[in-house]
């Protein structure tokens, strides 16, 4: 199975500022990869496919980076509605996995 | 406006059989995969397996294999997910969520149902 790891598992931000979320894949994925934020009590939401493709509705302070086996979620300008645990997830291969998750806090 | 909707909560005894829908609206039901996700109370999220809603094709974690069962009903534009053999540790809510296309992220999710597994 491809293992994802999240970095960092927790962070706390303040609105404004510019988040980084980091996903690295255990073996090349190229960029077979999609990063969903998830609310409590709610589903996942896509934001990104393709490593770096905004999926329609989507704010564009949120952007994408990466291939192989690093990858980079960004929040340009943190903003209050952004608080949630984000999680990546590969599609190149069977099993589909999913990163351990990223909870961010507004301060 | 596409909306998947899923089944309400269940309640089940260990060793028992839980059997989830989940519905789609909007949309050609064809065409694209419905993967089903585990997520344990506090904890990150976990594929189960799919169905190609275009042949009825179905894939499994290995994890799974043997006491999960995906289905499609093209007639009703439904898909059902069966898991035999309840223990505790299979309390979560799961999703259904479906891959438009082929193109590989889960594009549209279900609002998750949650199984209670307890004696």
């Known amino acids: 199975d491809i293992q994802l790891t999240q970095s960092p598992s927790f962070l706390s931000a303040s609105v404004g500022d510019r988040v980084t979320i980091t996903c690295r894949a255990s073996?090349?994925?190229?960029?077979?990869l999609a990063w969903y934020q998830q609310k409590p009590g709610r589903a996942p939401k896509l934001l990104i496919y393709?490593?770096?493709s905004l999926q329609s509705g989507v704010p564009s302070w949120f952007s994408g980076s990466g291939s192989g086996t690093d990858f980079t979620l960004t929040i340009s300008s943190l903003q209050p509605e952004d608080f949630g645990t984000y999680y990546c997830?590969?599609?190149?291969?069977?099993?589909?996995?999913f990163g351990q998750g990223t909870k961010l806090e507004i301060k | 406006e596409v909306q998947v909707v899923q089944s309400g909560a269940e309640v089940k005894k260990p060793g028992s059989t839980v059997k989830i829908s989940c519905k789609v609206s909007?949309?050609?039901?064809?065409?694209?995969?419905m993967h089903w996700v585990q997520q344990a109370p506090g904890k990150g999220l976990e594929w189960m397996g799919l169905?190609?809603?275009?042949?009825?094709?179905?894939k499994y974690r290995e994890k799974f294999q043997g006491r999960v069962t995906i289905i499609a009903d093209t007639s009703t534009d439904t898909t059902y997910m069966e898991l035999s053999s309840l223990r505790a540790e299979d309390t979560a809510v799961y999703y259904c969520?479906?891959?438009?296309?082929?193109?590989?992220?889960?594009?549209?999710w279900g609002q998750g149902t949650l199984v209670t597994v307890s004696s």
């Open positions: 969520a479906e891959e438009q296309m082929l193109r590989g992220p889960f594009d549209y």
């Open positions: 909007g949309h050609m039901f064809s065409d694209n995969l």
């Open positions: 169905v190609d809603l275009e042949n009825g094709k179905t």
């Open positions: 073996q090349g994925i190229a960029t077979s």
């Open positions: 393709e490593a770096s």
């Open positions: 997830q590969q599609f190149n291969a069977y099993p589909r996995t």
